[in-house]
């Protein structure tokens, strides 16, 4: 059974930082590329981060790009979101997910896994 389980959310002023984790078993984990999605209330679910397999790729959205920094660790089957410089507008659950494609992940639909999403609230 494929787990991804996501850890460190929590509430922050604005301008602090926060570091997420995705546990992930049950998958070859150096086989996936995995990313962060985020849904604010109202809001349609976006693309955070992504990295490859390796580690050797990775992608950002505008919005975060200069703040947030996504890493992995695939000894652990863990992959990390540093967040530093948060906004109140980085306010969401953000969600752990896996697929073998990059662009699965960048497009948010059709993945192969995700997890069941930690909050982040940033305060002014």
């Known amino acids: 059974q494929v787990q991804l389980v996501e850890s460190g959310g929590g509430l922050v002023q604005a301008g602090g930082s926060l570091r997420l984790s995705c546990a992930a078993s049950?998958?070859?984990?150096?086989?996936?590329?995995m990313g962060w999605l985020r849904q604010a209330p109202g809001n349609e679910r976006e693309f955070v981060a992504v990295i490859s397999w390796s580690g050797g790729i990775t992608y950002y959205a505008v919005s975060v790009k200069g703040r947030f920094t996504i890493s992995r660790d695939n000894g652990k089957n863990t992959v990390y979101l540093q967040m530093n410089n948060l906004k109140p507008e980085d306010t969401a659950v953000y969600y752990c997910?896996?697929?073998?494609?990059?662009?699965?992940?960048?497009?948010?639909?059709?993945?192969?896994?995700w997890g069941q999403g930690t909050q982040v609230t940033v305060s002014s």
């Open positions: 049950g998958v070859t984990f150096n086989s996936y590329a």
């Open positions: 997910a896996a697929d073998d494609r990059i662009q699965t992940v960048v497009a948010g639909t059709g993945l192969s896994y």
